[in-house]
């Protein structure tokens, strides 16, 4: 009971040092966990409600991210993991997992593992068993697997692994009492695992590498850094080196023994030896009953078509396409109302000249409204859909089909995910391209996207284009689009250094998607349009209508003319209007209008200088807001390089552009 | 029947069957360029010898000891183009006819050497798979190391995940690439002795998706041309 109080003690230490200071205090800290796909968020928001911050990522904010549940009188701080497969260090989800759940003393673990699946998740619960923390497995979507005949007894896995082992159907919310009760039996008892045994010859070595580890706390769970030293892992090497040459060197030793005897490097050998043990515990509480019916499964007959050479392809066109369709028409009746209400309360213009309070109040306001109005009727709904389509398995037959396209880019078919997200906002997709392997593709990835158009640039090329001009020019604009992210994504991917490895995915079954799943994950998509878009709406609202009252307008437009109006053909007064759209990329209409006096825009522009305008609107520099992203992502040299190319890019083509179409229009 | 002569019926029928199921006489006559009744007679002798099942009229289809050597000089080719290609920068146009007449003189100390410095390729410039070695080995990493032993032959044929079919499946038998590869893949619980099956083939040389430990993957094909299965025998 003392330590009990010293531990929690520390916990209280923890919070109150550092820049955690501002968390509220909790009793106990619990972290989830497992393979992507097996039920983790839905499981999140079952322990904790709706009111949560899932932080899907342990970036440097997750001591205060992840949810609240409250149990037996405890509090207990609920985080979310990246679904991993591995504690390799092949990505950087695997080694920030890793160092995450080493480096917090965390009070359990939760490992979710898929009962239908639960040879391959066991190899990872394996490795979870080696770092020595409390643990507790659950064994997930228990009703799935009994509709394929899979049924697994959890007391015989608990008594193999000497740990609690839930069954669960978390959607349903099924289990949840007990996992709770589990939660805080486990943090108070400090359950550890039971070591599983390698065979003879490896768990005969990892014993004499043991021994030779000092009692460094660098260095514990001393049996995890063994196996590690066995497997060549290049951190824990490095770590070792200084603190344990002893074990370091038997530990190669050892190592090059078991390569002589395998003829396999030892990480291969160790990760084989794991998987047996996998198979074998698997193989002794699992249970299979044939199923009587010998249909084909509802997965593969839909896969027929998903994955048809031409059906295939036209479904995928069909449902992006459509996406995107259905929710600029939805969303354009929102945002109407939108305006109109939030009008009513106070007016809305981008230029307010007088006091300093008035262009703070005003300009700030008008900021506001603006991310109101973009973020609620387009983005998320846009991703809403996107979730919803995303948790039913879909997408990843779309980046099967597509895989072979992206190679072309130095991608991977995982990598159409951002890009599709970037027609929603540029913000959230730059920071899922977090999802790919090397850095390479990463940043292949985010400069792509900051090229598709987003919902801003849409209401651009649909207010300026498709309204005064016509649908085709509009559409013509968006497949222009496709091509140049094609060619300039060729080009980049040449230009670019580093490495691109294939896709390997796991490809899951269809299933009707959860509610719970898709409100996470669309939170999760749109948080940081509130955390970063939103602020920088409201200050880029403050200083437009500075700049106005300033009376900077006249000396920017001079100053951009030779742009403007020798290279676009455009008139001068649209060089603040470029300026101003940095901010965001839908302003550009609005201060179009204030300049204009109009929004007739057809009775100022001809048909080729509107085409341009938009042209330029949607290649040139990414907002703000994307640079802020990019630079926190990539660092501010690649953020600079991106936004000037894309600039000298959006130039050269809008004069291309006005000097060819000109000819014909 | 000279060696050269003999390894390039055996290769032209190869070829021809892959394409056409089973290799006519005047298939394999427009192929090598001779003429018909050469090629009647050097059939004739390619069965006497073991290598190829000869009915006239019809055609002619390797034999197992035919297809050995038919898939161990396409390896050798194979692995001269990417010579030829990546190394001695030798003009598109002429390196098929140089690898043809260098591969019938290329020992294996040679071949072996090859493949060490091209790092184990797995396809030609042309797109075509390269067979691996037959050597007893779970996968390459001895050999690129430079700590290779001698190793022994391996006795049955293995085939790359990319040439199953749908609904076939094996053993795996071999991985071909470096560490990173073969560590990445063992996590994913693709080891040695795991059995898989192939599902399908996403369309224009797209992934492939797989079946393995009671889940279902979807891996790029470059990553599954690299892993080799000894397929299990189709039940009746």
């Known amino acids: 009971m003392a330590d009990q109080k010293r531990h929690r003690m520390g916990h209280r230490l923890r919070d109150a040092v550092g820049p955690a200071s501002s968390c509220p205090l909790v009793d106990f800290t619990v972290v989830l966990a497992g393979n992507a796909n097996v039920g983790k968020s839905a499981t999140i928001n079952q322990l904790t409600g709706s009111e949560q911050v899932t932080g899907n990522w342990p970036g440097k904010t997750v001591e205060c991210a992840g949810g609240i549940l409250q149990h037996e009188g405890y509090r207990i701080r609920i985080i979310d993991l990246p679904g991993i497969y591995s504690f390799s260090t092949y990505s950087a989800e695997e080694k920030i997992s890793r160092e995450f759940i080493l480096s917090n003393h965390l009070d359990v673990v939760i490992n979710i593992v898929d009962a239908s699946a639960l040879e391959r998740n066991l190899f990872f619960t394996l490795q979870l068993t080696e770092l020595n923390v409390p643990l507790i497995v659950v064994v997930n979507q228990t009703d799935l697997a009994a509709a394929k005949g899979i049924f697994i007894d959890t007391e015989a896995l608990a008594e193999r692994l000497g740990i609690m082992v839930i069954p669960t159907v978390a959607i349903h919310g099924k289990g949840m009492a007990a996992l709770s009760d589990a939660i805080v039996q486990t943090a108070k008892n400090r359950t550890l695992p039971r070591p599983v045994p390698y065979g003879k010859e490896v768990e005969d070595r990892i014993g004499q590498v043991t021994a030779l580890l000092p009692p460094d706390p660098a260095l514990s769970p001393a049996r995890w850094t063994a196996i590690r030293l066995l497997e060549n892992d290049p951190d824990v090497l490095r770590l070792a080196g200084d603190h344990a040459p002893k074990a370091v060197a038997a530990a190669r030793q050892y190592a090059r023994e078991l390569e002589m005897m395998h003829g396999e490097p030892s990480g291969v050998i160790l990760s084989g030896e794991r998987y047996h043990i996998a198979e074998r515990i698997a193989r002794s509480v699992m249970e299979i009953r044939p199923l009587s019916a010998g249909n084909i499964p509802v997965s593969d007959r839909i896969d027929r078509l998903a994955l048809h050479p031409v059906a295939g392809y036209a479904l995928i066109f069909l449902v992006i396409g459509g996406l995107l369709v259905w929710t600029f028409i939805i969303g354009a009746g929102i945002s109407e109302y939108l305006i109109a209400l939030l009008s009513s309360i106070s007016p809305v213009h981008p230029f307010v000249a007088g006091s300093v309070t008035d262009i703070l109040v005003f300009g700030g306001w008008t900021g506001l409204v603006a991310a109101a109005t973009l973020i609620v009727p387009y983005v998320v709904p846009f991703y809403l859909f996107l979730s919803a389509i995303e948790d039913s398995g879909y997408l990843t037959r779309i980046s099967m089909m597509l895989d072979q396209g992206m190679h072309r880019l130095g991608l991977h078919g995982k990598a159409i995910i951002p890009l599709i997200l970037g027609y929603g906002c540029t913000v959230p997709a730059c920071l899922s391209c977090r999802i790919l392997e090397t850095g390479k593709q990463k940043l292949l990835a985010a400069f792509l996207v900051t090229l598709i158009p987003c919902s801003a640039r849409t209401i651009v090329i649909l207010s300026v284009v498709a309204t005064f001009v016509n649908i085709w020019w509009a559409l013509a604009l968006y497949v222009f689009n496709i091509l140049l992210v094609i060619i300039v994504g060729r080009i980049a991917f040449e230009a670019v250094d580093g490495e691109s490895v294939g896709m390997i995915m796991e490809m899951p079954d269809y299933h009707v998607p959860s509610a719970s799943v898709v409100l996470a994950q669309t939170w999760a998509r749109t948080k940081s349009l509130v955390w970063i878009v939103l602020p920088a709406y409201i200050i880029g609202g403050v200083a437009i209508s500075g700049a106005y009252s300033a009376g900077l307008l006249d000396p920017i437009n001079a100053a951009l003319s030779p742009v403007t109006v020798i290279l676009l053909g455009l008139p001068a007064v649209t060089g603040v209007v470029f300026v101003f759209g940095i901010v965001r990329k839908e302003i550009t209409i609005l201060t179009l209008a204030a300049v204009f006096g109009t929004t007739a825009f057809s009775s100022v522009l001809s048909p080729v200088q509107l085409i341009v305008f938009a042209l330029v609107t949607m290649i040139y520099t990414p907002c703000i807001s994307t640079i802020f992203v990019f630079i926190s992502e990539f660092g501010w040299k690649k953020a600079a390089a991106v936004a000037a190319s894309e600039t000298a890019l959006a130039i050269i083509l809008g004069a291309v552009a006005y000097r060819l179409l000109s000819l014909f229009l | ?236």
């Open chain 2, 1 to 236: 029947m000279a060696l050269e002569q003999l390894e390039e019926y055996v290769e032209a029928i190869y070829d021809i069957e892959e394409r056409e199921g089973t290799a006519k006489t005047s298939s394999i006559a427009k192929c090598l360029k001779v003429a018909p009744a050469s090629v009647t007679e050097a059939l004739q002798n390619l069965s006497e010898k073991g290598y190829v099942r000869y009915e006239p009229y019809h055609g002619a289809t390797l034999t197992g000891q035919g297809m050995e050597l038919a898939q161990k000089v396409k390896r050798r080719h194979r692995l001269l183009e990417v010579f030829l290609t990546d190394i001695l920068k030798i003009r598109d146009e002429n390196v098929h006819d140089e690898a043809c007449r260098m591969e019938h003189t290329l020992s294996d100390e040679t071949e072996c050497a090859l493949c060490k410095m091209l790092r184990a390729p797995s396809r030609c410039p042309h797109g075509s798979l390269i067979q691996p070695c037959n050597r007893e080995v779970a996968d390459c990493t001895d050999c690129l190391s430079g700590e290779e032993k001698p190793s022994d032959l391996r006795e049955e044929p293995i085939v790359s995940v990319s040439h199953l079919e749908p609904g076939q499946g094996g053993t795996i038998t071999f991985i071909r690439g470096d560490q990173k590869v073969v560590q990445r893949l063992s996590d994913l619980g693709l080891t040695v002795k795991t059995v898989i099956s192939l599902i399908r083939k996403a369309p224009m040389e797209g992934p492939v998706e797989i079946a393995v430990r009671r889940t279902k993957l979807a891996i790029d094909r470059a990553i599954a041309d690299n892993i080799f299965v000894s397929p299990v025998v189709e039940k009746a």
